[in-house]
């Protein structure tokens, strides 16, 4: 399957403890997204990567969540002292920059549970 | 006011009929225009994108409505495996890549 993959599919946690997530995205695409999915919504976007830098993040990114994309491929979403709050679908998507209205393939998702 | 507003629906149809709803955005200058498919606890999908002139996939028709900022979906000939929820996305800026989501419209096509 040359699709994007999300590891792990489901994690639960106790509140305060640090999760991390990972994406691998599609071998040749270069922008990466994370966005995260509450019940009853659309996505909303998180960050996304060229390559390795980190071009944007939303306000929803407090401080208690980073990522990164050490070498331009696979990228790491990381939430410090997990909150109820957290809980959610954590989407990854991938795309080829090819100028304006170009697609973005999503993984299966991450699905948190913060207990 | 949400930049990307959907009727949530559900719309619940027979097999057989067509359905259609809209979506609104709020920002003008938006240049691309998609509709995703998500069934119940999987990733969206891409079904279509919709471009200026309207386009048409076999049984769905998207419309863009630049001058009342809305896009359309249409389903013709509905299938039951055309149940799902439909996602409206809109990258809301010029030289923006993130992708903007109304909340979804569900559709249950019934037999």
């Known amino acids: 399957d040359t699709g994007v993959s999300q590891d792990p599919r489901h994690k639960i946690t106790k509140r305060g403890q640090n999760v991390t997530f990972r994406c691998d995205p599609i071998?040749?695409?270069?922008?990466l997204y994370w966005y995260r999915q509450t019940l009853g919504q659309g996505p909303e976007f998180l960050t996304y990567?060229?390559?390795?830098?980190?071009?944007?993040k939303s306000r929803l990114l407090s401080d208690r969540f980073s990522a990164e994309r050490p070498k331009g491929s696979f990228s790491t979403l990381e939430i410090q002292r997990t909150e109820q709050g957290d809980s959610a679908m954590y989407l990854c998507?991938?795309?080829?920059?090819?100028?304006?209205?170009?697609?973005?393939?999503f993984g299966p998702g991450t699905r948190l549970l913060v207990l | 006011r949400k930049e990307v507003e959907q009727d949530p629906g559900p719309f619940n149809v027979p097999e057989g009929a067509t359905v259609a709803f809209n979506c609104t955005y709020s920002?003008?200058?938006?240049?691309?225009f998609f509709w995703y498919r998500q069934d119940c606890r999987k990733e969206p999908k891409l079904l279509m994108s919709?471009?200026?002139s309207g386009n048409e996939d076999g049984r769905f028709t998207a419309q863009l409505n630049r001058a009342s900022q809305y896009i359309s979906l249409l389903i013709r000939d509905s299938k039951l495996s055309d149940s799902a929820t439909y996602l409206c996305?809109?990258?809301?800026?010029?030289?923006?890549?993130?992708?903007?989501f109304g909340a979804g419209t569900t559709v249950t096509v019934r037999a």
């Open positions: 920002n003008s200058a938006s240049q691309s």
């Open positions: 919709v471009y200026s």
């Open positions: 998507a991938s795309s080829f920059s090819g100028g304006a209205g170009e697609t973005q393939y």
């Open positions: 071998s040749e695409h270069n922008r």
């Open positions: 996305v809109v990258i809301l800026r010029s030289n923006d890549y993130k992708l903007s």
């Open positions: 990567f060229q390559n390795e830098a980190q071009l944007e």
